[in-house]
């Protein structure tokens, strides 16, 4: 069964860290796209990173430009949200999605996990 299972999150003060991690079991996630995205209470999903298969394109939403940061280990089947300068309006549920191609893993995605919401607040 493919799964993709989610961690990290939790609640932090504004300006602190949590890095998200996406885990794989059932398939390897070395030919997929990677992508994050997150919903907050009452507004609609939206993009944040996504990260190609080879790792060699990345793709961030201005809203997450210069303080999150994607990667992968593919030996280890995971792909992780560094997230840094952390601010209120981040707080939401983050989900991760494996597609086939980047462009798929930045907009609709394919397989998904359940979420691991994040709070930022004092």
């Known amino acids: 069964q493919l799964q993709l299972v989610e961690s990290g999150g939790g609640l932090v003060q504004p300006g602190g860290s949590l890095r998200l991690s996406c885990a794989a079991s059932?398939?390897?996630?070395?030919?997929?796209?990677i992508g994050w995205f997150r919903q907050a209470t009452g507004k609609e999903r939206e993009g944040v990173s996504c990260i190609s298969s080879s790792d060699s394109s990345t793709y961030y939403a201005d809203s997450a430009k210069g303080r999150f940061t994607i990667s992968r280990d593919n030996a280890k089947n995971t792909v992780y949200l560094q997230m840094n300068s952390l601010k209120p309006e981040d707080t939401a549920v983050y989900y991760c999605t494996a597609a086939p191609t980047l462009f798929a893993a930045r907009f609709q995605g394919e397989y998904w996990g359940h979420g691991t919401q994040v709070t930022v607040s004092s």
């Open positions: 059932g398939f390897t996630l070395d030919h997929y796209a």
